[in-house]
């Protein structure tokens, strides 16, 4: 495997579920980021982590529980999830999260329907 | 508050030029991204701009004036695999980057 994956690629849950998200960076970077993708809005940044720490939540529900038990890996755990939150959800990493030329590279996501 | 223009939506000719206008009003300023995005598919990384100027790879080239907060990506040669999103993104002064909604392109033969 070679750069960002994510699963799974296609979610469909009901309200009451618990379901996760999982992500996975082959590129050996140090920061990795969750967003969230809607039809014409622009990406909403949910989470940072920058070394395994969490340095930013974009005041996120907490129906969205981010998880990075180490710099290769970022789960987003979700429960009693809103029909609203039916989205693409974009996992990305880069380099550094700290400097400013720091391409992020992106996972193909995982388009969640809520029903 | 911090806000990213681009027009939702532009369509050009195969073989012709289109130039995408991005423009900006954020909380500091470490660099503009500029973001490819098939349908279905993940953003990838076309340019970055940090200072006044022009920046050219191969048939794309971007362009940054940041005393009027203004970027734009010029697609030359266009052929029909350019249609896509295209996202303007600048880095804000906590190193996030903002995004805006994308222009969708759409390529006509």
């Known amino acids: 495997e070679t750069g960002v994956t994510q699963t799974p690629r296609h979610l469909v849950m009901g309200m009451t579920n618990k379901k996760s998200l999982k992500c996975e960076q082959h590129l050996g970077h140090n920061a990795m980021y969750w967003y969230k993708q809607s039809a014409k809005k622009p990406l909403e940044l949910m989470f940072v982590?920058?070394?395994?720490?969490?340095?930013e939540n974009n005041s996120v529900p907490s129906r969205f529980s981010p998880e990075c038990p180490n710099s290769s890996h970022l789960f987003l755990h979700l429960h009693t999830l809103q029909p609203e939150d039916s989205a693409l959800y974009l996992c990305a990493s880069s380099q550094d999260g700290t400097s400013g030329y720091s391409e992020q590279f992106f996972g193909p996501g995982t388009r969640l329907t809520v029903l | 508050g911090q806000n990213i223009d681009q027009p939702t939506e532009m369509t050009a000719t195969e073989g012709a030029i289109v130039q995408i206008n991005c423009t900006y009003q954020t909380s500091g300023f470490n660099g503009l991204f500029w973001y490819q995005q098939h349908a279905g598919e993940a953003p990838t990384f076309l340019s970055y701009?940090?200072l006044d100027g022009l920046e050219e790879k191969g048939r794309f080239s971007s362009f940054l004036s940041r005393s009027k907060g203004y970027s734009y990506l010029l697609l030359k040669e266009l052929q029909m695999k350019d249609s896509a999103s295209y996202l303007c993104a600048v880095m804000d002064s906590n190193y996030q980057l903002i995004w805006g909604a994308g222009t969708k392109l759409i390529i006509k033969p």
């Open positions: 982590y920058n070394f395994k720490e969490q340095t």
């Open positions: 701009n940090v």
